[in-house]
């Protein structure tokens, strides 16, 4: 079955400190991958998006995410993080071979930036 | 450019009652989904439409929840009779129909069912 784990709930990070948050996927074709990021009663915010190409994707407020195809990984990372990053964070994945656009998102990891 | 509108923002009701969410997408967006999200869960695809026919409904429980694109652009998600379970945020979002597109989502609909 097709799935999408991020196996830590909460990351706790210092604020100037390097950020990663895990994402790791279960696919049986190609996937588009994405990460958006969910402040408190607010929707989802399109971070970046992995299509094919550069295996580092740059997208928005500094963060990238790094595409591992040997170890179907999709880790978002930032060089130094503030603490107005602290929110939840989502993986998805939307399978090439799937006729429509349903993503289909882990369950999320809190991201805890303290100053 | 104005995003994906969503109302009533909050929504508290009894269980066995019903209840229903408005969506408006981003102007010219064909496709349409409802997520649900769980407390502690990421976002689950109830519904997509394409324009105003359906493309994927096969997570949502047909018996109590239902959806419609009347003339292809607002969409109206209505669940009736509510249960316990059905407490969650329903996300409402909006894209072109090429492929590889980001969606956007609209900021939701809290759903409390007492």
């Known amino acids: 079955a097709q799935s999408v784990a991020q196996p830590e709930d909460q990351v706790n990070v210092a604020e100037g400190n390097p950020l990663t948050v895990k994402c790791t996927y279960s696919?049986?074709?190609?996937?588009?991958l994405f990460w958006y990021v969910q402040y408190p009663n607010r929707g989802l915010q399109f971070l970046l998006k992995?299509?094919?190409?550069?295996?580092l994707v740059k997208g928005s407020y500094g963060f990238e995410a790094e595409f591992n195809k040997s170890q179907t990984s999709f880790h978002l990372k930032k060089p130094s993080a503030l603490v107005s990053d602290s929110a939840l964070y989502f993986c998805?994945?939307?399978?090439?071979?799937?006729?429509?656009?349903?993503?289909?998102f882990g369950q999320g990891t809190t991201l805890q930036v303290k100053p | 450019e104005a995003g994906v509108a969503q109302s009533p923002r909050y929504k508290i009701i009894e269980k066995r009652q019903s209840v229903a969410f408005w969506c408006n997408p981003i102007?010219?967006?064909?496709?349409l989904y409802w997520y649900q999200q769980i407390l502690g869960q990421g976002p689950k695809l109830l519904i997509q439409?394409?324009?105003?026919?359906?493309?994927?409904d096969s997570q949502l429980p047909k018996d109590r929840f239902s959806a419609e694109r009347l003339k292809g652009v607002d969409s109206t998600l209505k669940i009736q009779p509510a249960k316990l379970e059905d407490s969650a945020v329903y996300l409402c979002?909006?894209?072109?129909?090429?492929?590889?597109?980001?969606?956007?989502f609209g900021p939701g609909t809290r759903l409390t069912v007492l």
């Open positions: 979002a909006s894209s072109f129909p090429a492929r590889t597109v980001k969606q956007y």
């Open positions: 102007s010219g967006h064909a496709t």
């Open positions: 992995y299509i094919t190409g550069d295996n």
């Open positions: 696919v049986s074709g190609n996937p588009y």
């Open positions: 439409f394409q324009n105003n026919g359906v493309v994927d």
């Open positions: 998805a994945v939307r399978f090439l071979s799937s006729n429509t656009g349903k993503l289909i």
